[in-house]
Nanobody
Framework: EVQLVESGGGLVQAGGSLRLSCTAS????????IGWFRQAPGKEREGVSC????????YYVASLKGRFTISSDNAQNTVYLQMNSLKPEDTAVYYC???????????????????WGRGTLVTASS
């Protein structure tokens, strides 16, 4: 079965950190990019960060670069999102998706995503 499973969400005070995990199964991990996306209550989904697993290129939405770091452990078929200095406005459900390797523009839009996880809730309290 082709699937992505997110984990690591939770409740954290503003200024704290969390590390999200996205574990893939059922497809060739190295052939894909993995993107992180988030959707806050009442808002549209937005791209957060992407990594091309074959080449290691990483992309970030400009407003989050410096606080969030994406990385990949290809041996474990897992992509991580380290989130530091969390703010209340980072509160959202965070999803990962598998996409064909692509440019930052399309990856961060989730264009051509083939598989989505069910999401993990991150709450940063003030």
């Amino acid at each position: 079965e082709v699937q992505l499973v997110e984990s690591g969400g939770g409740l954290v005070q503003a200024g704290g950190s969390l590390r999200l995990s996205c574990t893939a199964s059922g497809f060739t991990f190295d052939d894909y990019a993995i993107g992180w996306f988030r959707q806050a209550p009442g808002k549209e989904r937005e791209g957060v960060s992407c990594i091309n697993n074959s080449g290691g290129n990483t992309y970030y939405v400009a407003s989050l670069k410096g606080r969030f770091t994406i990385s990949s452990d290809n041996a474990q078929n897992t992509v991580y999102l380290q989130m530091n200095s969390l703010k209340p406005e980072d509160t959202a459900v965070y999803y990962c998706a598998a996409l064909p390797p692509t440019t930052a523009r399309w990856c961060l839009r989730g264009r051509y995503a083939e598989v989505w996880g069910r999401g993990t809730l991150v709450t940063a309290s003030s």
